[in-house]
């Protein structure tokens, strides 16, 4: 092929969700002598303004600026290129075809960054699922801007090459080494200590129960009994985040928020009854994950669950049970992953204090009925463990003493997860016939009978057993059965003690 129709190719990555699809920049030089840029390939408007953007930064530098019509195709042809990344690969482009950058240097190379007219590079969103899709494609090298490196160094098995500006970029094209990444920034948000919550035993339970078994827990009790309190410190009780789930919460995190934080330990997302379906499930333009995403592999705290939208708690159904939430747009599709514990916090009734020592309730029961029944009945299935969290005694909280620490709770349950086993655990006669008696009773869906067993096993292994015996099955049940007083009307002479 002759030099004036010589064809340079740039690799580079186009985000589609979590992951990446591979993109190839194809660039010669076209007929005439118009000065222009031509791009194919469906680029998005930030793609075609890279054209301009790229053009100052030349002059800017004092670098070669085309003095030819330049054609530039975006393949595969069929992908819609959105995001602020293809400057970079574009603009190294250009210098390959002015013969400042040596063909053989791109190869198994990929490039990503967003030029400012100074010649600086800008950060991108979502560099740390950029280098985990380079490394899937068995990329040599990852060339990004500075201030994503110490994300995109977390991914072994890639050379990540953080630069500051294209100059510096030609530099290392030409053989020079890369700076080295900055370090990593961990996002570590102190613990509250669970020693705090006093005078509530059975709520503390359920919590390291649910914390041992991964379980989805509703507490349901007046204002200020400490429902939020409880809630907030379930992630102290977890374990941190293995390796590979390292990679893929900040990933996560980074696709939404731009990305630069570590997250090590299960993150805790409390979203309020407000938000819209797309901050809770994912969505938007381009596709980011929502907060049940953000949520992954940590706790997911919906406060005032019967003032989300019903619509919104619909949505969860699919994305609680799968663990992943499938987001489909013309031309365009994305997954993110929630693997997530969901604890919910209620009030009994619209006033908040049925049931109250010494606050009357003002709520007649259709009123209490209608706001039960804001919740489905499938949604309250997925819970797992529902407790009753009563006014505390005043004498008690003011002198009594305090509970068990966070990090005395998190090494039981530490202890209890390591004997859990994995699976159904398998039960003996008399559980078996507990199990079928609560079924035909309750009339307990087979999700539930499966939930309490798996509740079960939590129990017996915080107890330092690996089967569960009758009298944990028992324990396990209590804790589901309360979920079907919030589903039927309350009488009135509940309304009136």
Do not use: W
Request: one cysteine or more; hydrophobic letters at 45%; charged letters at 20%.
């Amino acid at each position: 092929m002759s030099g004036s129709r010589q064809v340079f190719t740039v690799n580079t990555l186009c985000l589609d969700g979590l992951r990446a699809a591979e993109v190839v920049v194809e660039l010669q030089h076209a007929g005439g002598l118009m000065q222009r840029i031509i791009m194919t390939g469906l680029p998005g408007g930030a793609v075609r303004e890279a054209r301009d953007r790229i053009r100052g930064c030349l002059e800017h530098g004092e670098l070669p600026v085309p003095k030819r019509s330049i054609l530039a195709n975006f393949a595969p042809a069929d992908l819609h290129k959105e995001g602020n990344g293809f400057d970079l690969p574009l603009a190294v482009g250009i210098l390959a075809l002015a013969g400042l950058v040596p063909a053989e240097s791109l190869a198994e190379r990929v490039l990503v960054g967003e030029l400012a007219l100074d010649g600086s590079l800008r950060p991108v969103r979502g560099a740390l699922a950029l280098a985990l899709e380079a490394r899937r494609l068995r990329k040599r090298a990852l060339m990004l801007p500075f201030a994503n490196g110490a994300e995109a160094s977390l991914v072994d098995g890639l050379r990540v090459e953080p630069v500051r500006s294209i100059q510096e970029a030609l530099l290392v094209l030409g053989g020079a080494p890369a700076p080295e990444p900055p370090t990593p920034v961990e996002r570590r948000v102190p613990a509250p200590d669970l020693a705090d919550v006093l005078a509530q035993p059975s709520a503390r339970r359920a919590l390291e129960i649910a914390a041992a078994g991964g379980h989805n827990l509703l507490f349901v009790g007046p204002p200020g009994t400490g429902k939020t309190m409880l809630a907030q410190r379930l992630p102290g009780l977890l374990p941190p985040l293995a390796d590979d789930d390292v990679l893929a919460v900040s990933a996560l995190h980074g696709l939404a928020s731009g990305g630069g934080v570590i997250v090590r330990h299960p993150p805790f997302r409390a979203p309020h009854h407000s938000i819209s379906r797309t901050g809770l499930v994912g969505g938007g333009r381009p596709l980011v994950p929502g907060e049940v995403s953000l949520a992954h592999k940590g706790v997911l705290f919906l406060d005032e669950l019967p003032e989300f939208p019903r619509m919104l708690l619909e949505a969860l159904r699919q994305p609680l049970e799968d663990g992943v939430v499938r987001i489909a747009r013309v031309g365009r599709s994305a997954e993110f992953p929630c693997r997530v514990q969901v604890v919910a916090a209620m009030n009994p009734c619209p006033c908040g204090y049925l049931g109250h020592p010494r606050r009357g309730c003002q709520c007649t029961p259709h009123a209490i009925f209608t706001y039960r029944r804001r919740v489905s009945g499938p949604i309250l299935d997925r819970f797992d463990l529902h407790v009753d969290v009563p006014v505390p005694d005043a004498e008690l909280l003011l002198r009594g003493p305090r509970g068990e620490s966070t990090r005395d709770v998190a090494a039981r349950v530490a202890t209890a997860r390591a004997l859990r086993p994995e699976g159904l655990p398998s039960l003996d006669d008399a559980s078996t016939t507990l199990l079928a008696r609560a079924m035909g009773r309750f009339a307990l869906s087979a999700r539930a009978a499966t939930r309490a067993r798996l509740v079960a096993a939590s129990i017996a292994a915080l107890d330092g057993r690996v089967s569960p015996t009758h009298d944990d099955l028992h324990e396990a049940l209590s804790f589901r059965l309360g979920l079907h007083s919030l589903l039927a009307a309350p009488s009135p002479g509940e309304v009136a003690s």
